[in-house]
């Protein structure tokens, strides 16, 4: 894979944080989403697989270096959870009962979700300023006289 | 094979160093030989014809230079608003930064190597 190799693996992991960012900014912006006749917003998860994985299997899965695993956004999925029923009968989406179904995005779990999502970023940000760093104090290494 | 040059080397020149009149008669074609396999102990890269070191820094810069084209591409991109993630395009650029200072610090090696060459007393 080569050290050059270490940056595209960082890359990859940040890929995979701004898509969980995206999709978790995008949960907490639709909060209040509703719709008709259980039309509304359903929280959004991401599905994070390895590329390897993804073609060949269990089977492609590497024993040296060469081919290490790149982390893929496989894809984004509606999370079943039940929907907040608020009573609002002057809303237009209102059923007969004057219930009003509300995404069920709960505000603590997508809090916790941010700073994970903060904290895989920054890890990945460290492998890669790591990796930088090595690859700058070799190249030092011919210039030392 | 190597080795045995290098053994019938040594016993020539031990042979001729004490007197002048060579104790232990060579004959003089198994000395070519044996001078002639002695250069298969150098880097065999006089063999490999038109690829010298210069042909290769000339090769590698030109893959340094796809590199910084396409980052500057990106950077125009990211300018643009055209760009999905910043971190790839910060990353292309480190990755290009670091392949130019590796193409500067081999063109510098290879430099002072030829200078180094040029001042030699002949």
């Not at chain 1, 992991?13 to 719709?35: C, H």
């Amino acid at each position: 894979m080569g050290m050059f190799g270490v940056l595209d693996i960082s890359s990859a992991g940040m890929d995979v944080q701004q898509a969980r960012l995206e999709v978790a900014a995008s949960n907490i912006a639709n909060s209040r989403t509703t719709g008709k006749d259980g039309a509304a917003y359903k929280p959004l998860a991401v599905v994070v697989r390895s590329a390897i994985a993804e073609a060949q299997g269990a089977a492609g899965m590497p024993t040296t270096t060469a081919n290490l695993p790149m982390p893929v956004v496989a894809e984004v999925v509606q999370q079943d959870v039940a929907p907040k029923l608020v009573y609002d009968p002057g809303h237009p989406d209102a059923d007969e009962k004057g219930m009003v179904a509300l995404p069920g995005v709960d505000p603590v779990t997508s809090m916790l979700d941010l700073i994970s999502i903060s904290r895989g970023y920054e890890a990945n940000l460290r492998a890669f300023d790591i990796t930088r760093s090595l690859l700058q104090r070799t190249l030092d290494l011919g210039r030392s006289r | 094979m190597t080795v045995e040059a290098i053994a019938a080397v040594g016993a020539q020149l031990a042979a001729t160093a004490p007197a002048a009149v060579p104790a232990v008669p060579v004959a003089p074609p198994a000395d070519m030989n044996a001078i002639a396999s002695m250069t298969d102990l150098l880097p065999s890269h006089s063999t490999r014809a038109g690829e010298g070191v210069f042909d290769q820094l000339v090769n590698s810069l030109g893959q340094v230079d796809a590199g910084i084209e396409s980052s500057g591409r990106a950077a125009t991109e990211l300018a643009l608003g055209q760009t999905e993630n910043l971190h790839q395009v910060m990353i292309g650029a480190e990755r290009t930064r670091l392949q130019f200072e590796l193409a500067m610090s081999m063109r510098n090696r290879v430099l002072e190597a030829y200078q180094e060459i040029m001042r030699m007393q002949v």
